[in-house]
T-cell receptor, first 119, second 111 residues
Framework: GAVVSQHPSRVICKSGTSVKIECRSL??????MFWYRQFPKKSLMLMAT?????????EQGVEKDKFLINHASLTLSTLTVTSAHPEDSSFYIC???????????????FGSGTQLSVL | SQQGEEDPQALSIQEGENATMNCSYK?????LQWYRQNSGRGLVHLIL?????REKHSGRLRVTLDTSKKSSSLLITASRAADTASYFC???????????FGAGTILRVKS
């Protein structure tokens, strides 16, 4: 199956700093990637849909200036948490569809996630 | 808001037993998918069932879909300790590109 690589897997930062998380599709082109946030023992909350070459579409309640998304190429999307605060501590996961693969690209392939801890 | 609601929230069974998890949703869908997540990791796709399908099998997995009741179930037969994980249903709505995930069921299989 298609592979999505997410980096870093874990980051600890001080309050007020910015953190960048990368999501790469390794063996397919992803025109669309999705960014989710997950709290412990909770479900995935969709934050935004990242579109290659255009602006991301944010879900209601997600601050676009806080969570900057850049999808500069068909294989890379980045999420930058700006001026991070302790309440931003969470597990962030990216995913993508392989539109060129079997199954009409209906299923998502997920990165392994990034655990962000803001002190 | 989350589209899917799952029950039970947590399930603990003995190895060899069957595990059944249920998912309900609110709007019309294109398909419903089940994913598995090991602790602190990304999600892995298990099985997809389309809105015009009623049942699907994949190995020890059996998924049903009742669009009239807007519900689905995932059955794992002959469970193994390695099946211990969180299981999520996700719905792709009729008009849309994104998947919306349910609350998940934490399954623990005791050996």
């Amino acid at each position: 199956g298609a592979v999505v690589s997410q980096h870093p897997s874990r980051v600890i930062c001080k309050s007020g700093t910015s953190v960048k998380i990368e999501c790469r599709s390794l063996d397919f082109q992803a025109t669309t990637m999705f960014w989710y946030r997950q709290f412990p023992k909770k479900s995935l909350m969709l934050m935004a849909t990242s579109n290659e070459g255009s602006k991301a579409t944010y879900e209601q309640g997600v601050e676009k200036d806080k969570f900057l998304i850049n999808h500069a190429s068909l294989t890379l999307s980045t999420l930058t948490v700006t001026s991070a605060h302790p309440e931003d501590s969470s597990f962030y996961i990216c995913s993508a569809r392989d539109r060129g693969g079997r199954g009409w690209g209906e299923k998502l392939f997920f990165g392994s996630g990034t655990q962000l801890s803001v002190l | 808001s989350q589209q899917g609601e799952e029950d039970p929230q947590a399930l603990s069974i003995q190895e060899g037993e069957n595990a059944t998890m249920n998912c309900s949703y609110k709007t019309s869908i294109n398909n419903l998918q089940w994913y598995r997540q090991n602790s602190g990791r990304g999600l892995v796709h298990l099985i997809l069932i389309r809105s015009n399908e009623r049942e699907k099998h994949s190995g020890r997995l059996r998924v049903t879909l009742d669009t009239s009741k807007k519900s689905s179930s995932l059955l794992i037969t002959a469970s193994r300790a390695a099946d211990t994980a969180s299981y999520f249903c996700a719905t792709e709505m009729e008009y849309g590109n994104k998947l919306v995930f349910g609350a998940g069921t934490i399954l623990r299989v005791k050996s």
